[in-house]
Nanobody
């Protein structure tokens, strides 16, 4: 079984920064994709950023230039450095690890951006 645990959420003023972290444990296939998703209140969960095991990164247009995803393959961790936060970045952030047809999710961490 695979478990993911996120941390680092909280309350921040608009324009500020936060760093989210996610640690995966269990039987993890080495060639995988780790990702962060954002679910705003009342909306569907959407992908924010992805990073493959060979460090290929992709970002949603809404966060390009503001967010940076990174991973540590040795530790099976993924982080999301969020800068210049906006009110619309508020919501729950989930990390996910995937390989083949397998998807595993964390429990989510709340980020609230205030004006």
């Amino acid at each position: 079984q695979v478990q993911l645990v996120e941390s680092g959420g909280g309350l921040v003023q608009a324009g500020g920064s936060l760093r989210l972290s996610c640690a995966a444990s269990g039987s993890i296939f080495s060639r995988n994709v780790m990702a962060w998703y954002h679910q705003a209140p009342g909306k569907q969960r959407e992908v924010v950023a992805t990073v493959t095991s060979v460090d290929r990164k992709d970002y949603a247009d809404s966060v390009k230039g503001r967010f940076t995803i990174s991973r540590d393959n040795a530790k099976n961790t993924v982080s999301l450095q969020m800068t210049r936060l906006k009110l619309e970045d508020t919501g729950v952030y989930y990390c996910k690890i995937s390989w083949g047809l397998q998807d595993y999710w964390g429990q989510g961490t709340q980020v609230t951006v205030s004006s």
